[in-house]
């Protein structure tokens, strides 16, 4: 079992930044190993994928992020970090993190990003 928690999550006005933090514990053999990602849902939206990176450090991300957010990993820390910058209120949401163990998905409790304009 793996368990994730979020945190950094808070209001920002548009055009500031956050830093997002995911911390991995649980039973897990190897965080290394594992592909990890961020995603965020918006009241009456689907949550929708942000930032993935894989075990072997191979990042994507969705179009409206692109530039402006990094996903990174530090696996020595078990965790996941998503710097964003130049937030706007459409950057509103709920951010979920992921992890990817085997065949099955985890995810974390979630934390509140709010962009002011």
């Known amino acids: 079992q793996v368990q994730l928690v979020e945190s950094g999550g808070g209001l920002v006005q548009a055009g500031g930044s956050l830093r997002l933090s995911c911390a991995a514990s649980?039973?897990?053999?190897?965080?290394?190993?594992?592909?990890m990602g961020w995603y965020r849902q918006a009241p009456r939206k689907p949550r929708e994928l942000v930032a993935t990176?894989?075990?072997?450090?191979?990042?994507n991300y969705a179009d409206s992020v692109k530039v402006r957010f990094t996903i990174s990993r530090d696996n020595d820390e078990k965790t996941v970090l998503l710097q964003m910058n130049s937030l706007n209120s459409e950057d509103t949401a709920v951010y979920y993190c992921?992890?990817?163990?085997?065949?099955?998905?985890?995810w974390g409790q979630g934390t509140q990003v709010t962009v002011s304009s």
């Open positions: 992921s992890a990817d163990v085997g065949p099955r998905r985890y």
């Open positions: 649980g039973s897990i053999f190897s965080f290394r190993a594992m592909g």
């Open positions: 990176i894989s075990s072997g450090g191979t990042t």
